[in-house]
């Protein structure tokens, strides 16, 4: 009987791998649908969303493009500049949260930002001089960068 058993499941097999007529598999796993469009690879692990094509050696000069940045802004400070710091972060920040109620309309970047007012007010009035605060509000109302970069640059241009 092994014989009679290996001969049948032989036979089964064969007819199992054998194509159709008509040249298409006879597996029922197969399907007449196109198959689905390659998809797109994922990033490898740790990259970020910045492909900086300048590579490691290849930075910018962000000391140089706040020295560029400082006589295009100097002239259209306010003047009298605001001599106290408490004001002069309160202006910027009210000046950030006009621009992402504008930007933002779902307004989670504004919820964002309030989020962390009280810090932010403390840590501007601490580490930020009036002039880099009034560059920021001066710059924020051109609507083509966002707080954090100019806050960055005009800190490098406007350091007293």
Do not use: H
């Amino acid at each position: 009987m092994p014989r009679a058993r290996d001969a049948l499941l032989a036979a089964v097999l064969i007819a199992a791998c054998t194509p159709a007529p008509d040249g298409r598999s006879a597996s029922p796993t197969t399907s007449d649908a196109t198959p689905p469009p390659p998809s797109q690879p994922s990033p490898p692990a740790g990259r970020t969303a910045n492909n900086d094509a300048r590579g490691f050696a290849n930075q910018p000069d962000y000391d140089g493009e706040a020295a560029i940045l400082k006589p295009q802004v100097a002239s259209r400070l306010p003047d009298p500049l605001p001599t106290d710091r408490k004001q002069a972060c309160a202006a910027m920040f009210a000046a950030a949260d006009a621009l992402y109620r504008d930007i933002d309309p779902a307004g989670t970047a504004l919820q964002l930002l309030q989020a962390s007012r009280a810090a932010d007010q403390s840590a501007c009035e601490r580490e930020t001089s009036p002039r880099a605060a009034a560059c920021v509000t001066v710059l924020l109302a051109d609507r083509n960068a966002e707080l954090p970069w100019l806050l960055d640059q005009c800190s490098r241009a406007f350091p007293d």
